[in-house]
């Protein structure tokens, strides 16, 4: 799931220019190239994390400019590709994934934390599809199994405050699967 929920935010990352780096996204607070700056910092967490740093090592990671030197949309993908790789091969270092490490939401195994950047990816590449004006629609498969995953979240995801205000209590079961995850995580398609 991991490696095609980066595809997704990929697939919206080619359409990347210089000049849209400045526009906004559905995160009040930040621009294109904050979105993609924090995607790829997220990404330099998780594999600090899994190399055994401490949370404020890893946060420092999640806080760094990763984007300092990008200057064309193939600096932008070269950027992402090496925060990918290197939660790749952290990743593969033997007793990782089971490694408990202090994930800024707490202890959790290292599989879990990797798992954290499914919705991180798809929900962040719907941002930066609006934020582009191209397509927003994400995997359906994806969608279902990280809404699988998440719904049980309902009542306190607005609370954690990674995802905005949290679900508006607007839509039901009937509305379409990616507006309810979406939803459910501060997002108002």
Do not use: K
């Amino acid at each position: 799931m991991l490696h095609a929920a980066r595809e997704e935010f990929r697939r919206r990352l080619v359409h990347v220019t210089p000049e849209a780096l400045a526009a906004p996204t559905p995160c009040a607070e930040w621009t294109v190239r904050d979105l993609v700056n924090h995607v790829i910092g997220g990404e330099r967490l998780t594999a600090a994390l899994l190399g055994g740093a401490t949370t404020e090592a890893a946060v420092e990671a999640l806080n760094a400019d990763w984007l300092a030197e990008a200057r064309t949309t193939e600096d932008l993908l070269t950027a992402f590709t090496a925060a990918t790789e290197a939660l790749d091969q952290a990743a593969l270092v033997p007793g990782a994934l089971d490694r408990v490490v202090d994930h800024l939401v707490g202890q959790v195994p290292g599989r879990q934390a990797i798992g954290f950047r499914v919705p991180e990816y798809l929900v962040h590449a719907w941002d930066l599809a609006r934020a582009l004006d191209v397509d927003d629609t994400l995997d359906p498969v994806l969608v279902a199994r990280t809404w699988e995953d998440m719904r049980d979240m309902a009542p306190v995801i607005g609370t954690s405050g990674y995802f905005g205000t949290g679900p508006s209590g607007t839509l039901d079961e009937d509305s379409p699967l990616q507006a309810r995850l979406l939803d459910l995580s501060g997002r108002r398609p």
